[in-house]
């Protein structure tokens, strides 16, 4: 959306109507700083293994009640 000097702004964006910053820019930002760093990281490969067996439509093993819910 374009304000009157042509400038585009998106939607809840992280400033407010005076111009200072609102509350929830803050929290999106710190939660952002906070698990950009853990997003980055590898899976481990068994959890890897597991989300390709779920794909594959197997049922581990290792469960009691043969991978059922």
Known sequence: ???KDGNTRRKGGTKG????ASPEG???NQLRQLYDDVA???LPKDLLDLLD???LGDTP???PD???R
């Open 26 to 28: 803050w929290v999106e």
């Open 66 to 68: 043969g991978g059922k």
């Open 17 to 20: 109507a005076r111009g200072k």
């Open 61 to 63: 093993d290792d469960t």
């Open 40 to 42: 980055a990281e590898p």
């Open 1 to 3: 959306m374009a304000d």
């Open 53 to 55: 067996s779920i794909d």
